[in-house]
Structures are given as C-alpha cells and as structure tokens.
C-alpha cells in the first residue's frame, strides 16, 4: 500500500484530491463546445427577447410606461392582425399535418433502407427550409397574374388573370404557400412516431379478432395522437414566426402580426410606432411560448412510446 507523506495530506495532494480535480478538468473540457451554442442563443435569442420586453413597456424616451401595451390590447387593427396570424397559422399547419401526415404514412410502410424513403426524407428536408423570397417568388411566377399558369389559362379557357388571380396575393394565397413547407415538415417531424410503431401490435390485434379499424382506433391512433398533436402545434409555431414569405407575397389589405411590426419599425409615414412593434412582438413571443409549451408537455407523453 502506498503511503502519502503527512505534508502532502496537509495540503490535499493526495491520490483522491488528484482524481477529484481530474475530474472536474474532464466536466469543463466537456462542457467547452456548447459554448459557441450558448452564445449563439444569447445572443440570437435571449437578447432580442429582453429588448422587445423592456421596450413594450418604455416611451420612445425610455420612460416606463403601460400606454404602449394598452393601445396594442385596445387596438381593433392589432386584434385582427393576431386573428389573422392565428387563423393563418392554424389552417397551413393542420393542412400540412393532414398531407404531410398521409405522405410520412405511405413513405413509413415502404422499406427502412429503400430509395423512395431516402429520395423522400432528403427531398423533405431540403423543402422543409425552402421558404421566404425564393418560394413567393417561385408561386408568384406560376400562379401570378403574369405567372405561367395564369397565362396558359387565359389563352385556353379565357382565365380573368387580374380578377381571378387576386386570390393569390391575399390570405388564400399565403395559406397555399405556406403548406409548401409545411408539408415537407410534417414528414420530417411525424415519421420517427409511424417508425415507433411494432410489427407485433399489429399482429397482435390481427390474431385476436380485430379489423383494421378496430387497430388504428385502440393501438395505433392513440399511440400516434400525442406525436401528431405536437406535430400540429410545431407546425402552428412555424408559421405563426414566419416573416419573410408574407412580406413578399401578401398584400397589405391583409396584415399579419409580422407586417405590422415592420411597419411600426420601418414606416415614414407614422413615425414613433417603434415600441409599439415591440409590444407586437412581445405578444408573437407569450404565443409561441405558449405553443411550445404544450408542444413540450405532448411530447414528453409521445416520448414514451419511442424509447
């Protein structure tokens, strides 16, 4: 047994005191590469959320006040701004859950390794963040007034491009866009839950008796309804923080909470509306947070049946 001189115990410098700084060396070296993470969501998130804060309760001379907030609370135009946002929000994502949810479905019960699932994943994954300019655009060209299609209409079957293409630039129009990448979403998020489900429950109901039907009512839909809620609500948090796609596509006799915030910042017309776009934002961030709350909490459930 090796014997640690008494001025070495004095001073702690034995094999235990070595091993316990060892380890604490090993917990900070492991801990070292988060930190470009967490600078990243210092500064990309928690910042910008503390300034919208602290300025939806300030004048434009930083003095506290509550007449920021009151005016964003008592505001018809604002309700129907987050009326609109909601009700844009809530249709695209359970559009892109019913399509998406259909098309993770088929892609599930082909092969684990085949090339239509890789073909589709890789596919999802790429038009899941294909979104903003380039997808206004893109729409724009096919189904604008001068777009492809609404040409080819006109001089086939008489299409009224400047009438009949107004839906385009309007609430419908944004919804349709939208459901282009929630869609590929829904697949991405929804599939590891229809790969969670057995062979063996299937079979299991199979040989006692039960129908199809009778699987997807008592095994398979409750198991996958956790997963598909928080689907919905991850898509509902999605598109309600989408900016980039309606400002290039919406007209402004439509606003969502997003245009109006860059009006309240950016617009010469009304000027000293900046912390009145902060309050708007405030509120986009209690809805959010509130969505991803419950997203959280469903989750936590659906994870049960993933482990």
Sequence with gaps: MAVVPASERELGGGPASGGAASARTRTRNAYLPTIPFFAYVALFLILPTVIVTVGAFQTEDGLPTLDVIATVLTGSTFHQAFLRSIQLSLVSALLGAVFGGLLAWAVSS?????????????GSSV??????????????????????????????????????????????????????????????????ALDGLRKEWR???TSLGG?????????????????FLGAVLLLFANSFSAYATAAALVSQGSPIVPLLIREALTSEVILGQANVGKALALGMVIVVA???????????????WLR
Excluded: N
Excluded at 110 to 122: C, E, F, N, Y
Excluded at 162 to 174: F, H, I, K, N, Q
Excluded at 290 to 304: D, E, G, K, P, W
């Design 290 to 304: 509130i969505v991803m709350t419950l997203y959280a909490l469903v989750q936590r459930r659906a994870s049960r």
């Design 110 to 122: 082909g092969g684990p390794g085949g090339r239509l699932r890789q073909i589709s994943v890789a």
């Design 211 to 227: 129908s199809a039907w009778s699987y997807w009512r008592h095994v398979g839909g409750p198991i996958l309804a956790p997963s």
């Design 203 to 205: 079979e299991a109901s």
């Design 127 to 192: 038009l899941a963040q294909f979104g903003g300019v380039m997808l206004a655009f893109g729409f724009l060209a096919t189904f604008g007034i001068e777009g492809l299609v609404s040409i080819l209409l006109t001089e086939t079957v008489g299409y009224d491009r400047v009438r009949d293409s107004a839906w385009v630039y309007g609430m419908t129009g944004l919804t349709v866009v939208y459901s282009y990448f929630q869609v590929p979403l829904m697949v991405i998020v929804f599939l590891p």
